[in-house]
């Protein structure tokens, strides 16, 4: 679903700047992990953004879905820390509670990373530049093969859409549909 929405300036870590109509983040300050979520957000569905990766100094990005009980602070964990949320890193890297829980393809700046959750089925995917899902030739979320799963962290509804910078002038910019995306 095509869900217009954009970052969340009360839900933003003080170390981060919201751009271009809140829908670039910027790391402003030292090292230090800074996370927004977006305004909307969800209960069950399948949604899909796309996140340019801009400035990436250490590969160290984050893309991702966090619930209500993941805290924004000035200097956020990362997303995929805890039990309240799950990302990939830049370096394909898929944390979940502090773990790398699977490996998908890594991404630089200047690349597009298209994101599929599935609410429903407790299911998230990512691909980069077009590529396979999940760096996979069978995975798909049109169909629900080869997701990685999001069930457990599914237990503080509702579910928001999430990015994170660590290093200083670290950027990302999402698109949630308000422009055409570059992957079909």
């Not at 899909?48 to 990766?53: C, M, T």
């Not at 597009?112 to 089925?121: K, M, P, Q, T, Y």
């Not at 299911?123 to 069930?151: C, D, E, H, Q, Y």
């Not at 579910?159 to 422009?179: C, E, L, R, S």
Request: aromatic share 10%.
């Amino acid at each position: 679903s095509a869900v217009i929405t954009t970052f969340d300036p009360a839900n933003t870590g003080a170390n981060g700047t919201l751009s271009n109509g809140n829908l670039t983040l910027t790391d402003n300050t030292a090292v230090y992990y800074t996370t927004s979520r977006s305004i909307a957000s969800h209960t069950t569905g399948k949604f899909f953004r796309s996140v340019v990766s801009n400035v990436d100094q250490f590969a160290q990005n984050q893309i991702g879905i966090v619930n209500n009980s993941y805290v924004i602070s000035a200097a956020s964990q990362y997303i995929g820390d805890n039990t309240n949320s799950i990302g990939v890193f830049s370096n394909g890297n898929v944390s979940y509670n502090g773990v790398t829980v699977a490996t998908v393809a890594t991404y630089a700046a200047g690349n597009v990373v298209d994101e599929v959750v599935d609410l429903g089925a407790g299911l998230i995917w990512w691909r980069v530049n077009g590529g396979n899902w999940n760096n996979s030739g069978t995975a798909n979320p049109a169909t629900g093969v080869g997701g990685i799963s999001i069930s457990s962290m599914m237990t503080s509804a509702p579910y928001f859409a999430a990015i994170g910078v660590v290093y200083p002038t670290d950027q990302m910019t999402a698109n949630f549909g308000a422009t055409t995306y570059t992957y079909a």
